[in-house]
């Protein structure tokens, strides 16, 4: 008997000494990255205002959720640059922007995650709206029978797609929505859609077309996949999509034994791979790194099997890749410009939020 509690008390030992080394270890990039942007914020408390106001919205709830408060210079100029872009409709973006839907999304997580205050309960109740309002319904004049209901879009191309809605969601469970909230049942049915499975929940075009349980950019104005077609015109299932998919359904209440997570699970299991974004190479390859993140912690596994049988600590091995693309300054980049990943302030961004959940 004592022998065996040696044992327990060993392994507990281990446990610990592997969880505080690992722990150092992501803890390290964080404090690399954060020192990168801290020097990299321009003179008005911006990060790359030439692209929008998301750049900003999203390093500043990168570094409120790597242990920052509204009372750090850096967040607080961020935080009072965003603030004049605050517009009377509830939303938050440049006048004349395409993206409001994406801008607004990030903005008020950020003032989200830095009111404790009850400072921005207004603007926070505004911002929501705002998304709702934008949201593809019976509002813009499309019933459930569209392909574009419940989806949300940059606004730039006139139809909604699947990583908008997948921000429109997140953006509702952080400010504290249920999954039974309507606008959020209304984006399942959309995401329902985007899936490369045939169910009672999605009988399109190309849903039996290319059956493989991912998911890809759109199902509206024809659909479309930004890692291609099949030659039978399907549609190509690719990482980022289906990890926000996934990550979507779960939020919407979707549960583990329904046939949409389990495909979308399989689909996961046969591509998993930190080494690139699965069906897009090194395009979009840190905005995929986040949604992993988020993602697989959604799930709630801390680990994942593979389909060829080995299993997988993914927060770890997350560490493990973004220690090995860090730059010497703390900075992370893409080689790949693709969706403005060879912008060093996004992807630090993008880097430290997926660190946030593998603390």
Known sequence: MRSRLIGLFSLCILMFSHASVFAADAQELVDKGTAFLTKAQAEDGSFSSATGTG???????????????????????????????????????????THRNYE??????????ANKDGKYDDLIKNAEKYIKEVQWDAGEGHDESSTSYGGAGYGSHSRPDLSNTSFLIDTLKELGAGEDDPAIQKALVFVSRCQNLKTEHNDTDFADKNPDGGFYYTIAAGGSSQAGAEPDGGLRSYGSM????????IYAGVKADDERVKAALEWITKHYTLSENPGMADSGLYYYFHTFAKSLAAVGKPELVDDAGKSHSWKTELVDELAKRQQPDGSWVNSQPRWLENDPNLVTGYALLALSYCQ
């Not at 790597?66 to 965003?82: F, I, Q």
């Not at 289906?242 to 359904?249: F, V």
Request: hydrophobic letters at 40%; charged letters at 20%.
């Open 242 to 249: 289906t990890y926000a998919g996934l990550k979507s359904m």
């Open 55 to 97: 750049v900003t919205s999203l390093v500043t709830t990168a570094l409120l959720k790597n242990g920052k408060t509204a009372d750090d210079p850096v967040v607080a100029e961020a935080l009072e640059y965003l603030s004049q872009f605050v517009q009377e409709d509830g939303g938050i973006y440049k006048p004349g922007s």
């Open 104 to 113: 607004t999304c990030l903005a008020v997580v950020a003032f989200h995650e």
